[in-house]
């Protein structure tokens, strides 16, 4: 995507200005603690089948607010995310779709290592997140089964972060999120089948994924402002499929303390 390309190069440029020089920090210094809440737009596609084999797609705003904290020896976050749009759309039908995820993580610093001569400072740890979709379709039916479908996973996976202090007040970052073992439950058919709603998945049987790029500037001391992109991948596999994707933008605020 042009967004995509545009901050990506946007991240190049800071990199080619930096200066050669550059002071030795840790791990800790470089973590951005502090509230943030972020808003977000991006375009999203999902093909649920247990709806329609039909894609639908459209535009999905999302708000988020996240707690980080950097401990003696590790970093801590806890985060809660909201999306939903009465938009998506397959030609003239359209959904109403909703999304929310509850997070958690820790995150433990690796030893650093260098880019273009300057530090780059690594971090992973183990996670835990809550998913909820609901897809609910804008149109007149008889029967509350057909007009709406509902899944949700409770996964634990692993999170890493990457932090590349480019000047004193700029840094890029980079984070990946991946779900490996998730108790997933989902609407099913009872008049067609005795499926359960149930069941314990894997990594490629529920797969929730997002990968994130941004570049943050410190406004003040205690205040700083990211510019990101991210990319998230939600697929599960055990029931009537589902398959969602979304390219987003995000804008968020950083109160440090």
């Known amino acids: 995507m042009a967004t995509r390309s545009i901050l990506i190069g946007l991240m190049m440029l800071l990199f080619a200005g930096a200066s050669s020089g550059q002071d030795s920090l840790s791990h800790g210094a470089v973590f951005p603690g502090g509230i943030t809440v972020e808003y977000g737009l991006g375009k999203y596609s999902v093909r649920d089948e247990y709806i329609s084999g039909e894609k639908y797609s459209g535009t999905l705003p999302s708000l988020q607010v996240k707690w980080s904290r950097f401990h003696d020896t590790y970093g801590y976050y806890f985060g809660l995310e909201y999306r939903n749009s009465a938009r998506i759309e397959n030609y003239n039908v359209s959904a109403d779709i909703t999304q929310v995820s509850l997070s958690q993580g820790y995150l433990y610093p690796l030893t650093k290592t260098s880019l273009f001569s300057r530090d780059v400072y690594l971090l992973l740890g183990p996670s835990m997140e809550f998913y909820f979709f ?16 509902l899944a949700a996973l409770l996964s634990l996976g692993a999170t890493s972060e990457i932090v590349y202090p480019i000047r004193r007040r700029f840094q890029a970052e980079g984070s990946l999120r991946l779900s490996i073992l998730s108790m997933g439950v989902r609407m099913v058919d009872e008049e067609e089948d005795d499926e359960s709603p149930v069941r314990l998945l894997t990594l490629l049987s529920g797969t929730n994924a997002s990968l994130r790029l941004g570049v943050r500037y410190h406004l003040l001391s205690s205040l700083s402002s990211k510019l990101s992109y991210r990319f998230d991948v939600t697929r599960i596999s055990s029931w009537d499929p589902l398959l969602s994707a979304s390219d987003n933008v995000l804008l968020g605020l950083t109160y440090e303390f």
Do not use: P
């Open 134 to 149: 609901r897809n609910e379709q804008n149109i007149a039916v008889q029967g509350f089964d057909y007009s709406q479908s």
